[in-house]
């Protein structure tokens, strides 16, 4: 999602029991602008975020450029560890 206001209703929408219906996704791309004004505004928490963004970037620009298959491209992802085991945050 691109943070588009009028995307908001969509992922708003309950069924009956209050569930919601719909979960939100981000794109990389536009998530990656926003670590990107957070480092320029001096959010050192924030900007770590998109360097651990980056890396997964560098892994899978390596994994295509060695054309690997899917288990290779998941042994490359362990061997890297490029980002730690706590989830990416924002917000």
């Known amino acids: 999602m691109d943070d588009y206001v009028g ?33 320029l505004n001096q959010t050192p928490d ?17 994994a295509q450029e060695q054309n690997l298959s899917t288990v290779q491209r998941q042994a490359l992802r362990v061997k890297k560890r490029a980002l730690s085991s706590s989830p990416l945050r924002y917000g």
């Open 7 to 39: 995307y908001k209703a969509l992922f708003e929408a309950t069924n009956t029991e209050g569930k919601r219906l719909r979960t939100e996704v981000g794109c990389w791309a536009h998530i990656r602008r926003k670590f990107l004004r957070c480092m």
């Open 46 to 62: 924030k900007a770590a975020e998109a360097l651990r963004i980056q890396c997964l970037y560098a892994i899978e620009r390596e």
